[in-house]
């Protein structure tokens, strides 16, 4: 299982930014897939995941600022993020579960300035 990350990068408040997954070794049709975040001295926390046939799921501090899906052709997917804020500012990281293990890409930095 291969999980390739890009996109990030440094934004002004009220900015948007997009990152991408693209994933090999999985079924993406079926498997769940996720972002998550951690800023420096905090813990790790899940961002938004989305379902094997495209449903996602938010977490409250991103409701309504930002968009997850799934390219099927692309065997990616992408989380659109708008109006970002400074407490945005993290190392975003994809992740999937297969078979019991859990899979991460390599994380890329996302920083909003005010």
């Known amino acids: 299982v291969q999980l390739q990350a890009s996109g990030g990068g440094s934004v002004q408040a009220g900015g948007s930014l997009t990152l991408s997954c693209h994933a090999r070794?999985?079924?993406?049709?079926?498997?769940?897939m996720a972002w998550y975040r951690q800023a420096p001295g905090q813990e790790r926390e899940l961002v938004a995941s989305i379902t094997g046939d495209g449903i996602p799921h938010y977490a409250d501090f991103v409701k309504g600022r930002f968009a997850l899906s799934k390219n099927y052709a692309r065997r990616t997917m992408a989380l659109q993020m708008n109006s970002l804020e400074p407490d945005d500012t993290a190392v975003y990281l994809c992740?999937?579960?297969?078979?019991?293990?859990?899979?991460w890409g390599r994380g890329t930095q996302v920083t909003v300035s005010s």
């Open positions: 070794g999985i079924n993406f049709s079926v498997h769940n």
């Open positions: 992740n999937t579960n297969y078979r019991g293990r859990e899979y």
